[in-house]
């Protein structure tokens, strides 16, 4: 005699358990969706951990550009505090080396260029002054480096005929 379960069909069988027709051809289909999900946002997080990465690298060489900029700076300003850095006959250079606890180093040079009258409404008279005119160049180094150089320029008023 036959028995009840050899004339059931499979599907038939699943419906009867409460599993649906197609139930049975989707048992591992949660599982490569899971997958296919997993590798979705791990290379997510990858690329976000390479985008991270070189945000630091930029902000590192914006820091650095600073730092040099600074040190070139430092240059122009004691060129133009110390009166030794105008001579007229001869280039003066200057070199400070790294600065005392900062990694950068700095050196200033002026050369003089030319004879001008006296800016006007300076008070000084055209007949009897001159201004000597001076180009000043400061580059700055950091030992990372990210290099600045600076041209400045400056004058001195001088009594003519010097």
């Keep these: 005699m036959k028995r009840l ?15 649906g027709p197609g139930r049975a ?11 296919i999900l ?6 997510l997080g990858l690329s976000a951990m390479n985008f991270t990465s070189l945000e630091h690298k930029m902000a590192a060489n914006t820091q650095e550009g600073y730092r040099a900029f600074q040190a070139a700076e430092t240059g122009l300003t004691d060129a133009m505090d110390n009166v030794n ?21 700095v050196s200033y040079s ?18 009897s002054f001159s201004a000597a005119h001076f180009n000043v160049q400061s580059p700055g180094r950091t ?12 004058f001195q008023i001088a009594p003519k005929g010097l």
């Design 143 to 154: 030992t990372a480096g990210a290099a600045v150089v600076l041209d400045g320029g400056m």
């Design 5 to 19: 379960s050899d004339t059931v069909s499979r599907t038939q069988r699943h419906t009867a358990r409460g599993l």
């Design 110 to 127: 002026t050369g003089f260029r030319g004879w001008s009258p006296p800016p006007l409404g300076s008070l000084y008279s055209a007949s």
């Design 25 to 35: 051809a989707q048992a591992g289909a949660v599982l490569v969706v899971s997958l």
């Design 85 to 105: 850095s105008l001579d007229l006959s001869n280039p003066v250079t200057v070199d400070f080396g790294t600065l005392g606890a900062t990694p950068a180093s």
């Design 38 to 43: 997993l590798v979705v946002l791990t290379l």
